[in-house]
Nanobody, 124 residues
Framework: VQLQASGGGLVQPGGSLRLSCATS????????IGWFRQAPGKEREGVSC????????FYADSVKGRFTISRDNDRNTVYLQMNSLKPEDTAVYYC??????????????????WGQGTQVTVSS
């Protein structure tokens, strides 16, 4: 199981970024996928997740209305479109398979390992 997050960078407040999570070693549609982030000195937190199958989506309150998660099973990739970015969105972002059903996903990782994250810095 391998996941590689990419697409981070430095952006001004109010700007946008699209993160990509390239997956391999498992069938993407068999799992819900979550995006997580960890800011310096803080615990890792769940940001958004998307279910297997119907691809229902869920968001943390802090990003609801600004972030959009999507998946392309043919490309084995999950995306996180981030708009109206704020300085408090600054963190290293990770993706991981998460526990759930076709109706709901969670922020509980399915496996114990994390792939390489991507740094997002929102600053003027």
């Amino acid at each position: 199981v391998q996941l590689q997050a990419s697409g981070g960078g430095l952006v001004q407040p109010g700007g946008s970024l699209r993160l990509s999570c390239a997956t391999s070693g498992f069938t993407l549609d068999d799992y819900g996928i979550g995006w997580f982030r960890q800011a310096p000195g803080k615990e890792r937190e769940g940001v958004s997740c998307i279910t297997k199958g119907p691809s229902s989506t869920f968001y943390a309150d802090s990003v609801k209305g600004r972030f959009t998660i999507s998946r392309d099973n043919d490309r084995n990739t999950v995306y996180l479109q981030m708009n109206s970015l704020k300085p408090e969105d600054t963190a290293v972002y990770y993706c991981a398979p998460v526990r759930g059903t076709v109706e709901v996903c969670s922020f509980v990782p399915e496996f114990g390992s994390w792939g390489q994250g991507t740094q997002v810095t929102v600053s003027s």
